[in-house]
Every structure is written in structure tokens, then in C-alpha cells.
């Protein structure tokens, strides 16, 4: 009998040669637990999705309620059922008027493909503006506007007609024309290692989309729901986009997305052809009760309220020489190390040696990522703390 290590080297499909190869049996709030009980202290929150904690209360909750009641009924758009119209209006309320029409995908890359789409039906353009290390997702259309040549080259030819801009960089703005179906951009940039726009730059942005008529995409798939310590990150810079994106964090542990727009851009899908969008899964009943959960926990347990003084009291006490910068939006944050060369070993020691699971970013392999569950307490920060700065001594000295 192979144990599920071997079964998963022999049989899944592997994305490079060194995966963590870390087996975990059970979660629950910030740890998680290996099958001979280690624990380790989840400080990335499955790369943004956890943000309620591993196991919600009222998300396993909402889930077993809606196991009892039904689970798949019919693909997308035919039937009604509650769970994906209570969240559909339940994502209303937290958002500007005007958006208030909600399409479920089961995934982040699904929903900017599905924005991507909904922006050149509504426009009757094909351009497509995104910048320079941002990430979208690993299906074509959202590798097409993902800013890596790297991850994009083996994979061409990709979407056509796609251009990229300088993130956060008043000039590239010009490159935004009438030409423009719609400019893709991620509120808080995170793969590039946490790049939080200045003062100023997202209302520029906004301003040339809608003199030119290009649809503005904010990607919150990351950011959203409640990381940055708003529930949106766009509430923090003054502005509405066109089309919203959302997945990961919304599903407090469950597969889902969904973009957002207005009913007359998303009315677009209605016609020439009808079907324009189509999808088997998207606002699967199950996912969507424990999105409903997961919004409920945000708002009635106010996780909003502490993430700012969370977020300080790691900046506080991650302080050593060999740390060059930490930046961030809320608890999404990232601690620059030199190089990739010494922040690695850093990772491996804090894993392995002090049970904290953390990670770099996709375009920055210098800086480590820190997006725990909101739920995180100030013992559990300081707990992180320590053993992160005993980490870094071990390797740096
Ligand atoms: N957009 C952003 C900003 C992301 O961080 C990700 C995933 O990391 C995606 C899109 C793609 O989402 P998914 O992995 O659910 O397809």
C-alpha cells in the first residue's frame, strides 16, 4: 500500500521538481496538522482563501445544510435557487449601486475570462491593456493578460491584441485609447509582491477609461473580501470599476468566483449569441451557501476591524538587518529579503523547523508572503513572529 505521499509523486500531476511535499490531515482556524499531529501555523491562508479561518463554524455549517438540501441542479442561468441569489444580492449591498448584476465561475482564472469576453461583447473592441508582473490567472485568456513573458512564451500563440502597461506609472497611461476594450488591473498588485498604487494613480486610471470608453476590470480575486482590511480593496482608493473580479478568499475554503457588473454591460450575454457565457458549475449551490457564510463571519464577527492593528504588530516585530522592506495593504504583506538565494532557506527553516507555512510571490522571489486567516490573534501574530526572526537569524547569522 503506497502512503498518499507516493500516490501523489506517482500519480498527480506535478507543477515543478521540489512541491512542499508537506502532507496535512486536518485544518482548523489558523493551523493545520500533519498526520503525526505537527502543527503549523498557516501565515498565507491557501494563498489568499482561508481568510476566515480553516474551517469556519458557520461555513461547515452552511455547507452541511446545503448538502442535506440539494448539491448540483442544472447548468448555470436556467433554474432559481436560494444560495446563489441570497449571495448575489448579499454582494450588492457591500458594493457601489451599479453593480449589482453577479456572474459565478468556479474560479478566478473563469471569472477574468468571463470579464475579458463581457468587456469586447460590451465595447465592440479587442484590445486588452494589463501591466507588467501582474497575474490573472493560468487558463489562455488570463495568461494572454497575465505581465510575465516567461510563464506566457511556451504556451504562445496566446490572445491577440494585447497590450501592457507600466503598473502604477502616470506616462503608460497615454497607451490607453479608443482602441481599448478594457484595461485589467489588480487593486493591490499581488504576485508582484504586494505593490499598493500611490496616492492618486487608480482615479488617473479611471479618469482615461472612461474618457477613451475602455471598461475598467478590477482583479480583487487576491485582494478581496476583506484582506486589505476593507471588504473591497477599491473602497480604500476612491474609485468604481466597470467590472469586478472576485474568487479565492470568498469561498472561505470552497471553489468559487464571480464577476461583477452592471446589469446593462452583463446584459451583453443575453444575445448575438444568446449563451454567451456559459458554464456547468459556476454558483454551485454548496459554494455559494458557504460564501454566503463566509461574508455573514467577515461582517457579524467585524474581522474588518482588526486587520489594520494586525497588520502593525507584524511590521512592529519584523525588524532584523537582513530584512530590506516590508510592504503591504491590510494583511496582505511582503518582507524583502536580498535575494531569492537567502529568503528560500528562510522558508524551508520556518516550515520545517518552527511549523510556519509561508511562501514567495510568483514575479518577486525575494519577498515573503504574510496573508494569515483575518482571524489571527496577537499571540498567534507574535508566535509568527518569533519563530520567522528565528528563522532568519539561523540562516543569515
Ligand atoms: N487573479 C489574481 C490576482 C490571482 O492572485 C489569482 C490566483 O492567484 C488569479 C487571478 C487566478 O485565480 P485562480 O487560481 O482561482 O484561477
Redesign the pocket.
Known amino acids: 500500500m503506497l502512503t498518499p505521499r507516493q500516490l501523489f509523486l506517482r500519480h498527480q500531476a506535478q507543477t515543478s521538481d521540489f512541491p512542499l511535499l508537506l502532507e496535512i490531515e486536518r485544518a482548523e482556524g489558523v493551523y493545520m496538522y500533519a498526520p503525526d499531529g505537527r502543527r503549523y501555523l498557516d501565515l498565507i491562508a491557501g494563498?489568499?482563501v482561508s481568510n476566515v479561518g480553516h474551517r469556519h463554524r458557520r461555513v461547515v455549517q452552511a455547507i452541511k445544510d446545503q448538502t442535506d438540501k440539494f448539491l448540483h441542479l442544472m447548468v448555470y442561468g436556467e433554474l432559481v435557487s436560494a444560495p446563489p441569489a441570497l449571495l448575489a444580492e448579499a454582494l450588492h449591498q457591500t458594493l457601489p449601486q451599479q453593480l449589482d448584476t453577479v456572474y459565478f465561475t468556479n474560479?478566478?482564472?473563469?471569472a477574468?475570462e468571463g470579464a475579458l469576453k463581457l468587456a469586447k461583447r460590451h465595447t465592440g473592441r479587442t484590445e486588452l491593456v494589463s501591466c507588467h508582473r501582474a497575474?490573472?490567472?493560468?487558463t489562455q485568456g488570463?495568461l494572454s493578460v497575465t505581465g510575465s513573458e516567461g510563464f506566457k512564451r511556451s504556451y504562445r500563440p496566446l490572445l491577440p491584441d494585447v497590450r501592457h502597461i507600466e503598473p502604477h506609472y502616470l506616462p503608460d497611461l497615454a497607451l490607453i485609447t479608443e482602441r481599448t476594450a478594457a484595461v485589467i488591473i489588480?487593486t493591490v498588485a499581488?504576485?508582484a509582491g504586494v505593490r499598493v498604487p500611490p496616492p492618486g494613480y487608480l482615479p488617473a486610471l479611471r479618469q482615461r477609461c472612461t474618457e477613451v470608453g475602455a471598461l475598467l476590470i478590477l482583479?480583487e480575486?487576491?485582494c478581496g473580501f476583506g484582506r486589505t482590511g476593507t471588504f473591497w480593496a477599491f473602497d480604500q482608493f476612491g474609485i468604481e470599476p466597470d467590472i469586478l473580479?472576485c474568487?479565492?478568499g470568498m469561498g472561505g475554503g470552497m471553489p468559487i468566483?464571480a464577476f461583477i457588473s452592471t446589469q446593462e454591460i452583463m446584459a451583453g450575454f443575453k444575445t448575438n449569441p444568446i449563451l454567451g457565457h456559459c458554464t456547468t458549475f459556476g454558483g454551485h449551490p454548496v459554494s455559494c451557501a458557504a460564501s454566503l457564510a463566509t461574508l455573514h463571519a467577515i461582517q457579524e464577527e467585524n474581522l474588518l476591524a482588526g486587520v489594520a492593528d494586525k497588520a502593525a504588530r507584524f511590521r512592529a516585530q519584523l525588524q532584523h538587518p537582513a530584512i530590506r522592506e516590508v510592504r503591504g495593504c491590510g494583511l496582505l504583506m511582503a518582507v524583502e529579503f536580498e535575494s531569492f538565494d537567502v529568503l528560500k532557506p528562510i522558508i524551508d527553516r520556518a516550515l520545517f523547523h518552527e511549523g510556519i507555512l509561508t511562501d514567495w510571490f510568483l514575479f518577486c522571489d525575494n519577498s515573503l508572503r504574510i496573508a494569515p486567516p483575518l482571524i489571527i490573534t496577537n499571540d498567534q501574530i507574535d508566535e509568527a513572529c518569533a519563530a520567522l526572526l528565528r528563522a532568519i537569524e539561523f540562516v543569515v547569522g
Not at 474560479?107 to 473563469?110: D, K, R, V
Not at 497575474?135 to 493560468?138: I, M, N, P, R
Open positions: 494563498i489568499g474560479s478566478g482564472a473563469e477574468v497575474y490573472h490567472g493560468s488570463a489588480e499581488g504576485e482583479d480575486i487576491q473580479l474568487a479565492k468566483g
